[in-house]
């Protein structure tokens, strides 16, 4: 188990998700923990029907920049965050599946999430793993990518985040974080419409959740720009960090290398 680091004063802590109405760090990822419990029944649904499908296709175009790690046997691949687990089942897809082939580690801190996401496993050479993403269970420099998709900026801390990867990671290894964007100009006037009026209301009538779907758009908004995460995941010790916008900016791929 690694070891906590103790918190800084709070002027100098990086930002992380905060619900409305919540100030520490260990409040808010109780909060959002209890949330994405209560939605897991209809996470998939909500997910699929909200994204018009586009989720599919961010996954997958993810995963297959990944191949060529995930092609190697012996490669380990850890999934954070990985809710119901599709973005594992798309890095899944490049695995060589032999026995011989070391397992994708699956990790969310939701245990309603990740029973939905071990159904899927079950039949593959995949390990859920419930842990907090700032504290993991797993050794310094024994994990070859980690991904994450759309649940990063659910940390309460994006700084310790990315400080707990670099730590997993092994020299040569990569991060790639899959998260949405607020893009600018027409593009962001009409995403703000839709994601602030519009999907909060369609995710609150598939959840029976509102209130998650009001938090949604308000993490996204919080949610460092581009060329702040970038410094962050730079100051974090990775080299070689870009972003790659997908769909008009509305997410984007966040990919780095631990030297």
């Known amino acids: ?22 100030t520490t760090e260990q409040a808010a990822a109780t909060s959002v923990q209890q949330m994405f419990d209560t939605i897991a029944p209809t996470y998939d649904r909500a997910n699929h029907l909200l994204s018009v499908g586009i989720d599919r296709y961010w996954w997958n175009r993810t995963a297959k920049l990944f191949r060529p790690i995930l092609q ?4 380990v691949a850890l999934d954070l965050c990985c809710g119901t687990g599709d973005m594992t ?16 580690l ?10 939905r996401g071990a159904e899927k496993f079950a039949p593959h050479n995949i390990v859920p793993i419930e842990a907090d993403a700032l504290h993991l269970p797993i050794a310094d420099a024994s994990i070859d990518l980690v991904t994450s998709a759309f649940g990063f900026r659910n940390l309460s801390n994006y700084e310790a985040g990315l400080t707990e990867l670099h730590r997993i990671l092994r020299p040569g290894g990569q991060l790639g974080i899959l998260e949405a964007n607020q893009p600018e100009g027409l593009t962001g006037a009409l995403y703000n419409l839709y994601f602030k009026s ?4 369609l995710g609150g ?3 029976g959740k509102p209130a998650a779907y009001s938090y949604l758009p308000a993490s996204v908004e919080r ?6 995460m970038l410094q962050l995941i730079k100051a974090a ?21 631990k030297p």
């Not at 089942?89 to 994708?104: C, D, K, N, V």
């Not at 010790?237 to 290398?257: D, E, I, K, P, V």
Request: hydrophobic share 35%; proline share 12%.
């Open 106 to 115: 699956a990790v969310d801190f939701s245990h309603q999430m990740l029973s």
């Open 237 to 257: 010790g990775f080299t070689n960090a870009t972003w790659t916008s997908y769909t008009f900016g509305t997410a984007g791929l966040y990919h780095a290398t």
């Open 205 to 207: 009538l598939i959840s």
């Open 198 to 201: 519009i999907l909060p209301r």
């Open 72 to 75: 190697h046997p012996e490669a």
């Open 89 to 104: 089942m798309a890095l899944y897809q490049h695995r060589p599946h032999t026995s011989e082939a070391a397992p994708i």
């Open 223 to 228: 949610f460092p720009r581009p060329p702040r």
């Open 1 to 22: 188990m690694a070891s906590i680091t103790p918190l800084k004063p709070e002027h100098e802590r990086s930002t992380g998700a905060r619900p409305a109405g919540i």
